[in-house]
């Protein structure tokens, strides 16, 4: 064992961390251009990078931190393959269903495989043989390792790339309720770890997508510039645009009857230019969307005209529906820019918004070119087969939980937690012995975490002009020591610092390249090291040196012989709070 006085500072002159001085013209959001500027991750191919040092460094820290939340609620660390068989997921059924964002691949015999996206398949089939009696159970197993995804769309650098690093868990129960236990004691783990990284945060209802399912959870690190739109409520509910409940707000100009009223509408397509031919707002029309159903049946959705159809919502009315496409429209000869309920083609599911249910003058199309109705009234002039809530939720709804007014936010997914149920199991026949004898599918959950995700919402939320401020739970390295000058006074003081903080076990770097006080600067404000000891001839001839805190900018001078012992306070104290 080397004696704690050994341990030796990292060297600048030494570092591999090629920074850069202008910002990259790929690079749209802050995290990516100052991962790139700062010589942290490199670019192989699109949504694809090498993680340099001090990137790496960064990760690591991440990763340890989920390590130990995951290894405290006794969930148990394995490795699984990224190669996986192709037989796996024609068993559970997503071979067909996953689209191109799974990549394939087939070895020399010719055998299918893909690289994995997520893990249900492979973790299932490992325990399906072995574990064998409730008496095992509940089993929780996580991994931290590298997931491919085909995205459409990669962008943003770490926050969506294709090759990406995740922590993925699974966990098999005997019951709901050890299954319930087990996911709230991961959503209080996942709530710790977005506080340890530093993060601004809230928990979100959400929507299960691929991974299936329906108790879900998602974590959003808030971001103006997150791809994720949230709704949220001062009662505290809140949730993915994508998932959210809603109340629209009732329009009371069209809940007089009036006769109804056939209009040519000549050139009208869209709503906007109903609304504005006839001078009334889109939200007193009402917009129909053509989709059909897996028979081949055509399905109109009705919504308040100045809404968006939420297609989770209609999906979960008619399963298996799809929008039509142009050609589509010409198959089943209705016109695209004047549809409506009344008089539809025979045999057409009409399905309207909650929102329209009261309202008894509608403003539709009439389902021939040129031509709308005014006057619409449902039961009176047509029929509605079913309603149901069909719109994108949106600030200024009112809160489906309580009577409060939803305000929205952005931001970035960092996790999401699922109940899966039987799906896994079932599909892929992974069943135990119960207590009463009973042979019975495991219940499951999975829960992730975007390892490389969490490291750019740290730096999205933590950044300024000048560069990264990192939380020092994630910082490649807690402080750096910065000598102005390489003069011989300067140089040993500086030195002299850095070995006492690397003694007393901090992380530290000397600046001991040969560049301009202003250089040191900017690389140690771009690369973010939370404390920065910077060491001026100036200030040795009044025997003090300045402490720069990058988060807030604060200044304080402190006497040469202080500051080794002040800094390794102010970082113990730091990595306390955050753990
Ligand atoms: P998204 O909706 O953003 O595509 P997802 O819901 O498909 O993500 P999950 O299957 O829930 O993702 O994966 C678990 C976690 O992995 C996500 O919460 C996210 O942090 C991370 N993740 C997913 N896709 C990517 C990606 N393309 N790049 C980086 N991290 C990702
Ligand atoms: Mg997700």
Redesign the pocket.
Known sequence: MPHAEDRAPFLMSALYAPTLKEDPAEAEVASHRLLLRAGMIRKAAA?IYTFLPLGWRALRKVERIVREEMDGIGSQEILMPIVQPAELWRESGRWDVYGPELARLQDRQGRDFCLG??HEEIVTATIRNEVRSYRELPLSLYQIAT?F?D?VR?RFG?????E???K?AYSFHATPESLQEHYDAMAGAYGRICDRLGLTWRPVE?ES???GGSVTT??MALADNG??ALVYCACGWAANVEAAGTVVPRDPATTEPRPLEKVHTPQIRTIAELAEAFGISEHDTVKTMAARDEAGRLVFFCVPGDRELNPVKAERVVPGITLLDEAEFATYAIPKGSLGPIAPPDGTLVVADISLKDEVAWGVGANENDYHFFGAMPGRDFTVDEWADLVVAQPGDGCPVCSGTLAGARG?????V?QLGTKYSESMGATFMAEDGSEQHFLMGCY???????LAAVIEQHHDEGGMAWPVSVAPLEVAVLPLSLDDDTASVARDIAHALAGAGVEVVLDDRDERAGVKFADADLIGWPYQVVVGRKGLAEGVVELKHRSDGERERVAVGEVAARVTALVTAAREALS
Not at 158 to 162: A, D, K, P, Q, V
Not at 412 to 416: A, D, K, L, R, T
């Open positions: 949504g996206p997520t997931k995804r995205e990669p770490l926050l969506r790339g294709r990406f690093i995740m993925d959400a997508g691929q991974i998602e974590f791809e994720a970035i997914e960092v996790s999401q699922f992730g975490v975007g390892i490389s995700r969490s």
